[in-house]
């Protein structure tokens, strides 16, 4: 049987932070990371940079306030890895396809992120872990 949604590397991980600044500094000075501009997603309620680490990134988002789906976040479970997202084509049909088959979709229709055109799944329907598909032109 074919997959329903099968994907082609990790696009990134999401690591919620109370300041993108400090923890750029961080990766920066400790990792060696390269500099990456940080933008504002009012949309989304965060701050947020991709920053490139090898074949994979490193999303870091800090909530614009504390009602924001990152700043409740932070308040329920503190700083630390938020999201995994997958890279992956026809980001529309996989949603779909997702929808057909059950799994809990946070997104049904594709929006514009940082990282492409995205979509959320339910951490519920994917053993806690809460997971963004990613479109764009690195897959
Ligand atoms: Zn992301």
Same mark, same amino acid.
């Given at each position: 049987?074919?997959?329903?949604?099968?994907? +082609?590397?990790?696009?990134?991980?999401?690591?919620?932070?109370?300041? /993108?600044?400090?923890?750029?500094?961080?990766?920066?000075?400790?990792?060696?990371?390269?500099?990456?501009?940080?933008?504002?997603?009012?949309?989304?309620?965060?701050?947020?940079?991709?920053?490139?680490? $090898?074949?994979?990134?490193?999303?870091?988002?800090?909530? !614009?306030?504390?009602?924001?789906?990152? $700043?409740?976040? /932070?308040?329920?479970?503190?700083?630390?890895?938020?999201?995994?997202?997958? +890279?992956?084509?026809? /980001?529309?049909?996989?949603?779909?396809?997702?929808?057909?088959?059950?799994?809990? !979709?946070?997104?049904?229709?594709?929006?514009? $992120?940082?990282?492409?055109?995205?979509?959320? %799944?339910?951490?519920?329907?994917?053993? $806690?872990?809460?997971?963004? %598909?990613?479109?764009?032109?690195?897959?």
């Amino acid at each position: 049987m074919a997959a329903t949604c099968p994907f +082609n590397h990790i696009d990134h991980v999401g690591v919620a932070v109370k300041d /993108i600044d400090a923890a750029l500094r961080l990766f920066q000075e400790v990792f060696g990371a390269p500099p990456s501009e940080v933008e504002v997603l009012e949309d989304q309620g965060v701050r947020a940079t991709l920053v490139e680490v $090898g074949q994979t990134r490193l999303e870091l988002l800090e909530p !614009l306030s504390n009602e924001s789906a990152v $700043g409740r976040f /932070i308040e329920r479970r503190g700083e630390g890895l938020h999201h995994l997202a997958l +890279n992956v084509n026809d /980001i529309a049909g996989k949603l779909k396809a997702l929808d057909e088959r059950g799994i809990r !979709l946070v997104d049904r229709e594709p929006r514009e $992120g940082l990282s492409g055109a995205i979509g959320f %799944l339910h951490p519920a329907s994917v053993f $806690g872990v809460l997971t963004e %598909l990613v479109e764009n032109d690195r897959g």
